[in-house]
């Protein structure tokens, strides 16, 4: 079936370091969206790419959509320890109502 | 405006009890889609309700589970003669329909003793 594998499951950084979550899906996508969930609490939407090679930031959030897309990447510069959390993205597939998750990269950043 | 609201937060029950889990979805969300997270884990979709459409309950895990959503609005997930295997988070999100952002609720933690 269709998925999308997320990788690292676990980074563990040095406040001030940067961080990267990687995405990759076994078909393309209509679309990719990203979701942080703080612990303790549930998934918050960040944002949606949709075109070939989409580059969006905001403030220290990078995120891009491969050029095939089937794959993406959320880049943090310099983390902060308001940055813990799971990150998620989630693809859509054609023009399907469904969402298929990644596993989440969890992030813990030590002051 | 008011958010995606789950009731009960939080749910306890033994072993082949049935439980009820609710979900009112933001005001004017035509979507509306039920999740599982077992801890320290990924979402796993189970069903999607859109409008008067039939609903999508492809990921409903066994014919224990089953859904309703009542006036297109609140919805209720059932789970019959409970599992240990079904503890976990029960997530409820909506989405407007045309737009794709989800909005989930806070959750419904259910344990099964």
């Known amino acids: 079936g269709q998925q999308v594998m997320q990788i690292p499951q676990y980074q563990h950084v040095q406040e001030g370091e940067d961080f990267t979550t990687y995405c990759n899906s076994s078909t393309t996508l209509s679309n990719i969206q990203w979701y942080k969930q703080r612990p303790g609490g549930h998934p918050v939407f960040l944002i949606q790419?949709?075109?070939?090679?989409e580059v969006k930031k905001q403030k220290r959030l990078t995120f891009q959509f491969g050029e095939a897309k089937k794959n993406s990447s959320l880049h943090i510069t310099a983390t902060q320890t308001t940055d813990v959390g799971t990150y998620f993205c989630a693809g859509r597939v054609d023009s399907s109502y469904k969402l298929i998750f990644g596993s989440g990269t969890r992030l813990l950043v030590r002051p | 405006g008011a958010g995606v609201s789950q009731s009960p937060s939080n749910k306890v029950t033994e072993k082949g009890k049935d439980v009820e889990l609710r979900c009112d979805p933001i005001?004017?969300?035509?979507?509306l889609y039920w999740y599982r997270q077992s801890l320290g884990q990924g979402l796993e979709f189970l069903i999607y309700?859109?409008?008067?459409?039939?609903?999508?309950k492809s990921g409903l895990p066994s014919d224990r589970f089953s859904a309703e959503r009542t006036g297109g609005s609140v919805s209720t997930l059932t789970i019959q003669r409970t599992q240990q295997e079904d503890s976990a988070v029960y997530l409820c999100?909506?989405?407007?329909?045309?737009?794709?952002?989800?909005?989930f609720g806070p959750g419904t933690r259910l344990t099964v003793l």
């Open positions: 005001s004017g969300h035509t979507a």
């Open positions: 790419l949709v075109k070939s090679g």
């Open positions: 999100a909506s989405s407007s329909i045309g737009a794709d952002t989800q909005y």
């Open positions: 309700f859109q409008g008067n459409s039939a609903p999508d």
